[in-house]
């Protein structure tokens, strides 16, 4: 896959995290692949123990806030 043909969702009916390539009119997947591990440790990896802000695609703010827990 080129790197700009990939996309990145949550599925419709799960909670899972997929990659993958789409359609010429983004209605269909060419494929896909469930990403959802790799995607939650690359969370956890850039913002364990931070908060940012964030703007989504809709313009709405959001504060990420990602806690350590103690054992």
Do not use: C, P
């Amino acid at each position: 896959m080129r790197t700009q043909e990939i996309r990145i969702t949550k599925g419709g009916l799960s909670d899972n995290i997929y990659a993958g390539r789409l359609s010429k009119d983004g209605t269909e997947w060419l494929d896909k692949k469930d990403v959802t591990n790799d995607f939650l440790a690359a969370v956890v990896d850039r913002w364990a123990g931070s908060s940012q802000v964030i703007t989504g695609s809709n313009a709405k703010k959001y504060t990420l806030t990602l806690k350590i827990e103690d054992e």
